[in-house]
């Protein structure tokens, strides 16, 4: 049958993965389903600090070379994921901060170097960046992290001029979970992106991660929420998708998650500025849910033995449709 890629051509969005590099290498199954069915590609883990740049100036782009090499291969775009976040950051950056060895002029030198160094080694070849993952509460408040603490909110502006200045062709995003509708959170989003672009910040795109649990139902206004980031002139993207349940599966939650999956892909492919859609990870076989949310799983498209799920069927026929 036709593949996710082929028939997402027809729709003008490009249908994506997060890869797992070490699958990437080792299982032959794995390797052929993520060149047949994507077109876009994003390092699940090798693109963060805690792997680019485990010692201080010392960079190590081999995991995440050989994923751009892949991907030029199969004809695949690459996302970049994710240059300022809290987490995966090098242990040597965050004792240094919290023994007062960096203090903030040095961390924000550090952070301009790491980023300039990361986006022009990858220039021309990552045609997104999630620039800043994370950066607010669910309340719509900055969050309270190492970036915050040690530089204040400027951090964010001067991440994208950074970035921009290291590639003037990439599309640079924010990106962030629980944000798929309209909510404190994304409104949050909606106020920052219109605030740094009236300064002129080279900010491009809003990404929604799109980590659904279907406990909690389908988030409200998904397509007002992505028109209203189009309005301000930007692009959106569905970043990270996986629908998890609680263990054991069965028919109902296999259905309501094809239909969670189905919806997100419908508003995507409604709205002309929603420039792609990734699930994070397509195998329940290699997926972190498991690892974090205990007693759930299955929150992918196919499952541990890459037999399709409806959920796949789901967006196949979505995507067939338009
Ligand atoms: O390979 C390492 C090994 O070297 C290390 O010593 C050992 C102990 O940490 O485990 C391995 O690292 C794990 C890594 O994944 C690679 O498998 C980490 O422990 C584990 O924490 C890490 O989890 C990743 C998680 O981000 C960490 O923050 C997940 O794979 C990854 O899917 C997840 O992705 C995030 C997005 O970046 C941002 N949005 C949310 C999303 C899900 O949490």
């Known amino acids: 049958h036709a593949s996710l890629r082929s028939l997402a051509a027809r729709q003008d969005v490009r249908i994506g993965t997060a890869v797992d590099t070490t699958a990437l290498s080792g299982d032959r199954t794995y390797r052929a389903l993520t060149a047949r069915e994507f077109n876009s590609v994003t390092a699940e883990n090798v693109m963060k600090w805690e792997v680019i740049e485990p010692e ?3 960079y190590d782009w081999s995991e995440a070379d050989a994923l751009v090499a892949f991907a030029k291969r199969h004809g695949q775009a690459v996302r970049g994921h994710t ?11 965050t004792s240094g901060v919290a023994d007062g060895s960096i203090g903030p002029a040095e961390l924000r030198r550090i952070l301009r170097d790491h980023i300039t160094t990361q986006v022009r080694h990858f220039r021309g070849d990552v045609y997104q960046w999630d620039v800043v993952n994370e950066v607010f509460n669910d309340d719509g408040t900055l969050r309270d992290s190492l970036w915050l603490q040690q530089l204040g909110p400027s951090y964010i502006a001067d991440a994208f001029r ?3 200045a290291a590639d003037p062709r990439a599309r640079l995003f924010l990106n962030d979970y629980n944000v798929e509708g309209v909510n404190a959170k994304s409104t949050a989003y909606h106020e920052l992106a219109g605030k740094l672009r009236a300064q002129g910040v080279p900010v491009h795109g809003f990404g929604i991660q799109g980590h659904l649990d279907i406990q909690y139902g389908f988030p409200g206004d998904v397509r007002a929420n992505l028109e209203r980031f189009a309005a301000l002139g930007m692009q959106t993207a569905f970043t990270e998708v996986d629908v998890r349940m609680d263990l054991p599966a069965d028919d109902t939650k296999l259905t309501r998650q094809a239909d969670d999956y189905r919806r997100l892909l419908d508003a995507c492919l409604n709205v002309r500025s929603c420039t792609s859609f990734t699930v994070w990870g397509f195998t329940d076989k290699y997926s972190w849910v498991p690892g974090w ?8 498209l196919l499952n541990e033995d890459f037999a399709p799920k409806p959920a796949y069927d789901a967006v196949r026929r979505e995507l067939a449709a338009g």
Do not use: D, I, K
């Open 293 to 300: 949310f205990e007693g759930q799983g299955t929150a992918n």
């Open 83 to 93: 240059l300022v976040w809290h987490n995966q950051l090098p242990a040597w950056l």
């Open 162 to 164: 950074w970035a921009h």
């Open 56 to 58: 201080r100036g010392t």
